[in-house]
């Protein structure tokens, strides 16, 4: 069992309402964000210390980061006055960020050349997941060290799962995230031409939601766009990023990835356009463009 401090980094989208969680768990947290307003935004501000550098975030056994990408993850670890420089031997790094298997299986290595154990644990069901605690959470690293981080999975997430070793957590998450933007552009290519041939969406989803056209992007994400709300959420910017990832892993083991590389020239032309801090669903308005329909809601 770890104490009850807890080192934070990140406080965003995903990692306000993940560390809100933890201080309504009882733990305390040193918390970072290079916006330094984040951190004011937290609940219990008496169970919160303010740090102003990754390294003053160190004095805890345990940190965990909530980054955008592996650039930032290996800026807070690697960089100078880092958390590898400056965290104890056997406290434990928790990586929750969506980042780079590759890159994660090297900083795991650094890391336990000085005694950090790491787990790289990045997580799905998005910031409604977040904020109710319900998220998955997909972990690589040591079994052992898997099951003593148990209490503070358990404070923030529902499903935890044990994968495999370090990287195995960003494996499956890249995984999925490919899966998730595939069926997204599916789905959006499929309703603008269902509704430019004349038929409601209301109607094609309730019909779909039963047959074998069934898909996250369907449940999730269609009725965000019936109701023309692309405010984020999870950005396009954030997904192209997990699509590159993908595109990584498949060129590094020589595995074709024909959809994907698709799907990501699908997400390069809306972040040319202007929508990369869009919500992913509003891949839809680049088919909806082309075919001057809109997928929204009768009146
Ligand atoms: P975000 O951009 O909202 O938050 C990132 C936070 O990190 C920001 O507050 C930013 O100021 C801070 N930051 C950036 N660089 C920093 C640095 N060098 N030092 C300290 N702080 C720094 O992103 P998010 O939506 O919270 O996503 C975080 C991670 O979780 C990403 O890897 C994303 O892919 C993943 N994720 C997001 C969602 C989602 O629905 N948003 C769902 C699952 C997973």
Known sequence: ????????????????????????????????????????????QEKVLAASAPQ????????????????????????EKGLLENMSRKSLLIDMSSISPVATKKIAGQLAERGIDFLD????????????????????????????????????????IYCGDHGSGQIVKVVNQLMSAVNLVGMAEAFTLGVKAGVAPEIMRDVILGGSGRCWALEDRM????????????????????????LELGNELRVPIYASSLVHEVFKTLQIKGKGGKDNSAVITLYEEMAGVEVRKKQ
């Open 1 to 44: 069992m770890y104490n009850m401090k807890i080192g934070f980094i990140g406080l965003g989208v995903m990692g306000l309402p993940i560390a809100s969680n933890l201080l309504r768990a009882g733990f305390e947290l040193v918390a970072f964000d290079i916006n330094q307003a984040r951190i004011q935004e937290l609940p219990m």
């Open 56 to 79: 003053e975030v160190a004095v805890a056994d345990v940190v965990i980061l909530m980054l955008p990408n592996t650039p930032q993850v290996e800026e807070v670890v690697l960089g």
């Open 121 to 160: 644990a990045p997580v799905s069901g998005g910031q409604s997941g977040a904020i109710n605690g319900t998220l998955t959470i997909m972990v690589g690293g040591k079994r052992d060290v898997f099951d003593r981080a148990q209490p503070i999975f358990q404070a923030v997430g529902k499903r935890i």
């Open 223 to 246: 009725p965000v766009i019936l109701e023309r709300n692309f405010e984020p959420g999870f950005t396009i910017d954030l997904h192209t990023k997990d699509i590159k990832l993908a």
